[in-house]
């Protein structure tokens, strides 16, 4: 599985961003993706999670503001993020496992490369 990553960018608080995930090779059956983010100073934490049935789960910090979902004719993942905050700033990416999802990290064995995410105050 390979995942390249595009989007995000730099907007004001309260603005939104959407970041991006192309998906190739075999990831048909049982699986999970996910989005992670690494802040300035921080290790770096899940944010969302979406199974191959479309059942999702958020981090609370992000809980009603940012938005997993796929487009599976383009096999895209996509992270909508709205109410956008200063703490939202990090390298976002989005990673891939078999089976159940998880907030692991080290669950996932395929990461996309990583895409910036800063919003000013």
């Known amino acids: 599985v390979q995942l390249v990553q595009s989007g995000g960018g730099s907007v004001q608080a309260g603005g939104s961003l959407r970041l991006s995930c192309a998906v190739s090779?075999?990831?048909?059956?049982?699986?999970?993706m996910a989005w992670f983010r690494q802040s300035p100073g921080k290790e770096r934490e899940g944010v969302a999670t979406?199974?191959?049935?479309?059942?999702?789960t958020y981090a609370d910090s992000v809980k009603g503001l940012f938005t997993i979902s796929k487009d599976d004719a383009k096999n895209n993942l996509y992270l909508q993020m709205n109410s956008l905050k200063a703490e939202d700033t990090g390298m976002y990416y989005c990673?891939?496992?078999?089976?159940?999802?998880?907030?692991?990290?080290?669950?996932?064995?395929?990461w996309g490369q990583g895409t910036q995410a800063t919003v000013s105050s």
């Open positions: 979406r199974d191959n049935s479309g059942g999702t």
């Open positions: 090779g075999w990831t048909y059956g049982w699986h999970c």
């Open positions: 990673a891939f496992k078999w089976r159940e999802c998880s907030f692991r990290e080290a669950d996932f064995g395929a």
